[in-house]
């Protein structure tokens, strides 16, 4: 999920790698800053690992089935590793487009922080305990859903997408859709439709939120080589694709009110929501966002004819969230025994 990112680091700055070379050159050079433990941190994607918490939390509260404390927290801590696993071993494949891009050019690697090496030993390590943990402390089949998980966002999305398919956020965003369907899991040992709808809720919002968000960063995205489909198939047709996405998602995230899983609170929550979400959706598509105007150049400023992509992006976070939120309210409530 995307979130605000770091100051821009430069060839001055500390820890910077240096201009032309590699952060691993600038290792073997001994010219590289040596790591601070929040380097590490940082290579999890805290932020994601954040919202993927909150989302595996609310599947495994509205499973609606008691579960001991413990083990819960086991559960969420393993979902949280395995998150911060998935993204330390795209931080070590990717560092070489990371460094191109003004978003993810402070990153620890392309900054000279950490070596790509260490990136991915640490993901390994961080992969295989998540998923250890999981199998022994909640169920297998909890745990062969988080290896597989990760595989999917390390592997399927990251070497074999991203690079080379425009379809790489629709096929990839199954990645990122998992969480709440691993605490459903944890919770109950099996899978219901219920999870599999909030597991399609995040999965349909991911490519209107990511292609909305490139419409006004296609030139960090061509520049690295990255076949986002504002570079591939034009800013016209991202924008029409976004609106045919919103208007099957948007019905997909009032559903779960009539399933039982979502109550009063949800179905208003979806229905308000999932209307300004269309109607942004639809405003962008008869805009003229992502056709290169010129204008502002700063990290997260926008150019001046792309403000209705940047207003869905926004907007989509807060729907998604909103979402998540109301079925945590209305499940925890019941849960307290009102």
Same mark, same amino acid.
Not at 82 to 95: D, I, T
């Given at each position: 999920?995307?979130?605000?990112?770091?100051? +821009?680091?430069?060839?001055?700055?500390?820890?910077?790698?240096? &201009?032309?070379?590699?952060?691993?050159?600038?290792?073997?050079?001994?010219?590289?800053?040596?790591? *601070?433990?929040?380097? /590490?941190?940082?290579?999890? =994607?805290?932020?994601?690992?954040?919202?993927?918490?909150?989302?595996?939390?609310?599947?495994?509260?509205?499973?609606?089935?008691?579960?001991?404390?413990?083990?819960?927290?086991?559960?969420?801590?393993?979902?949280?590793?395995?998150?911060?696993?998935?993204?330390?071993?795209?931080? *070590? /494949?990717?560092?070489?487009?990371?460094?191109?891009?003004?978003?993810?050019?402070?990153?620890?690697?392309?900054?000279?922080?950490?070596?790509?090496?260490?990136?991915?030993?640490?993901?390994?390590?961080?992969?295989?305990?998540?998923?250890?943990?999981?199998?022994?402390?909640?169920?297998?089949?909890?745990?062969?859903?988080?290896?597989?998980?990760?595989?999917?966002?390390?592997?399927? /999305?990251?070497?074999?997408? =991203?690079?080379?398919?425009?379809?790489?956020?629709?096929?990839?965003?199954?990645?990122?859709?998992?969480?709440? !369907?691993?605490?459903?899991?944890?919770?109950?040992?099996?899978?219901? !439709?219920?999870?599999?709808?909030?597991?399609?809720?995040?999965? $349909?919002?991911?490519?209107?939120?990511?292609?909305?968000?490139?419409?006004?960063?296609?030139?960090?995205? *061509?520049?690295?080589?990255?076949?986002?489909? &504002?570079?591939?198939?034009?800013? =016209?047709?991202?924008?029409?694709?976004?609106? *045919?996405?919103?208007?099957?998602?948007?019905?997909?995230?009032?559903?779960?009110?009539?399933?039982? !899983?979502?109550?009063?609170?949800?179905?208003?929550?979806?229905?308000?929501?999932?209307?300004?979400?269309?109607? +942004?959706?639809?405003? !962008?598509?008869?805009?003229?966002?992502?056709?290169?105007?010129?204008?502002?150049?700063?990290?997260?400023?926008?150019?001046?004819?792309?403000?209705?992509?940047?207003?869905?992006?926004?907007?989509?976070?807060?729907? +998604?969230?909103?979402?998540?939120?109301?079925? $945590?309210?209305?499940?925890?409530?019941?849960?307290?025994?009102?």
């Amino acid at each position: 999920m995307s979130q605000t990112a770091p100051a +821009l680091s430069t060839a001055n700055d500390t820890g910077a790698a240096t &201009p032309g070379s590699s952060p691993d050159a600038d290792w073997a050079r001994g010219t590289a800053t040596p790591s *601070a433990w929040l380097d /590490y941190v940082m290579l999890m =994607k805290p932020r994601v690992m954040s919202l993927v918490i909150f989302t595996a939390l609310t599947g495994l509260v509205c499973a609606d089935r008691p579960i001991h404390p413990v083990l819960a927290a086991i559960a969420i801590l393993c979902i949280a590793i395995g998150a911060g696993a998935s993204g330390a071993l795209n931080m *070590a /494949y990717e560092a070489d487009i990371d460094a191109l891009m003004r978003r993810t050019k402070s990153r620890p690697i392309p900054r000279g922080r950490v070596r790509r090496g260490d990136a991915a030993a640490f993901g390994l390590v961080l992969s295989a305990f998540s998923v250890m943990l999981m199998g022994l402390g909640v169920g297998l089949l909890a745990a062969g859903i988080l290896a597989f998980t990760i595989f999917f966002y390390a592997v399927i /999305y990251t070497m074999l997408l =991203k690079r080379w398919t425009p379809q790489n956020i629709v096929i990839g965003g199954a990645a990122g859709a998992f969480p709440p !369907l691993l605490g459903w899991v944890a919770a109950t040992g099996d899978i219901s !439709l219920n999870a599999w709808l909030m597991f399609a809720i995040i999965f $349909l919002w991911t490519p209107p939120h990511f292609w909305a968000l490139s419409l006004y960063t296609a030139t960090d995205y *061509a520049a690295a080589g990255v076949p986002m489909m &504002p570079v591939v198939k034009g800013p =016209k047709s991202t924008r029409r694709q976004i609106l *045919a996405y919103s208007l099957v998602f948007v019905p997909v995230a009032i559903a779960p009110a009539f399933t039982g !899983l979502g109550g009063p609170l949800y179905l208003a929550t979806s229905v308000l929501g999932g209307l300004v979400f269309v109607g +942004l959706a639809i405003r !962008l598509a008869l805009s003229t966002a992502g056709d290169g105007e010129p204008g502002a150049t700063g990290l997260y400023a926008v150019k001046p004819g792309a403000r209705e992509a940047r207003d869905l992006f926004a907007v989509s976070i807060f729907y +998604l969230f909103a979402l998540f939120a109301a079925l $945590l309210a209305e499940h925890g409530w019941k849960a307290l025994g009102h």
